[in-house]
């Protein structure tokens, strides 16, 4: 699926685990020893880890599962667009919104200019996390898009439960950590005006399998879901079961808003009860975090009372 096909000849050879001589490569797919080189070079360079070891050849450094987007959509009733390379996934949805329906998704291998809250750059190995987003049309407008990204991180963690990986939890408003490390990272984007029906992208990227490389790109503590389950993830299941969770309950968000989340994000709140920083333009606020009002805005015990922030004006993080 590389848009190079010899490279991705190469890819699809080492897929099997097994070491490869540059010579068996070179023989098996009618290249020269050069050309096999060439591309093992560019392979590593969109962020997969590869061994050489003289004797043996060129072998894969962990398993990696190529996105299918026959496997994914498998009992799906929306479409999935599929990409080897794309700039991002929210920006395909939003540059096309008159083509898809509700739940209609796109995922890539490789996003070249990843994006998450703010403008923060998102990294994007090549085949190393999930990069998925989902359009939907809120029929309510804008006005009923209050708390959605606290629904969609309930409803990534319901669908890492259902592949059978736990103890994950999400913090506000938008991230989803294992432990003191970020896992998963959330953005959603609209368009509309006040009144009318709105169009929502629902951006979502899970770190799988990042790799080194991809690693010392970050500036926080981070995990992905080879350390969290100690094995090999199935990308193709969790981009379909991501797909039907996300389906499903933004079905019942819009039918009944953010109140059947409330419970089901106190479960997994990974600061409720602990003390935080509330970080402002200006200045920052320090409590014990007291979860999430009706609205979906944190609630922050103070010295001075509990107090509410919207997402749009702050950033939380762990207290001393």
């Not at 490869?20 to 591309?39: E, I, K, P």
């Amino acid at each position: 699926m590389l848009t190079n096909d010899n490279r991705q000849r190469v890819l699809e050879t080492l897929l099997d685990g097994q070491f490869h001589s540059g010579a068996h490569l070179a023989q098996r797919l009618g290249l020269s020893r050069t050309a096999v080189n060439n591309h093992i070079q560019a392979l590593e360079g969109l962020g997969l880890e590869i061994y050489s070891v003289k004797g043996k050849g060129y072998r894969l450094a962990e398993p990696v599962t190529l996105l299918d987007a026959g496997k994914i959509g498998l009992g799906l009733a929306s479409k999935v667009l599929l990409f080897d390379e794309v700039d991002s996934t929210n920006s395909y949805l939003l540059n096309h919104l008159g083509s898809f329906a509700s739940g209609d998704s796109c995922l890539a291998e490789r996003q070249t200019q990843g994006r998450g809250r703010r403008g923060r750059q998102w990294v994007s190995p090549y085949a190393g996390s999930l990069y998925l987003s989902m359009y939907w049309r809120l029929d309510g407008g804008i006005a009923q898009a209050g708390g959605l990204s606290l629904v969609v991180g309930v409803l990534l963690v319901e669908a890492l439960e259902s592949c059978g990986i736990a103890g994950v939890s999400v913090k506000w408003p938008n991230d989803l950590y294992f432990g003191d490390s970020k896992l998963a990272g959330i953005l959603v984007e609209m368009r509309g005006q006040y009144g009318e029906p709105a169009d929502m992208v629902i951006g979502c990227g899970i770190n799988v399998n990042l790799g080194q490389g991809a690693a010392s790109q970050i500036d926080r503590n981070w995990t992905d879901l080879r350390q969290v389950s100690g094995a090999p993830v199935d990308r193709n299941l969790l981009a379909r079961e991501v797909i039907a969770h996300l389906t499903k309950g933004l079905h019942q968000f819009e039918a009944q808003g953010l109140a059947p989340f409330l419970e089901r994000w106190r479960q997994r709140d990974c600061y409720l009860g602990k003390p935080v920083r509330v970080i402002l333009a200006d200045s920052e606020v320090t409590g014990v975090a007291a979860g999430v009002d009706a609205s979906g805005a944190l609630l922050l015990q103070t010295d001075s009372g509990l107090r509410a922030f919207n997402s749009g004006e702050v950033s939380l993080r762990p207290g001393a």
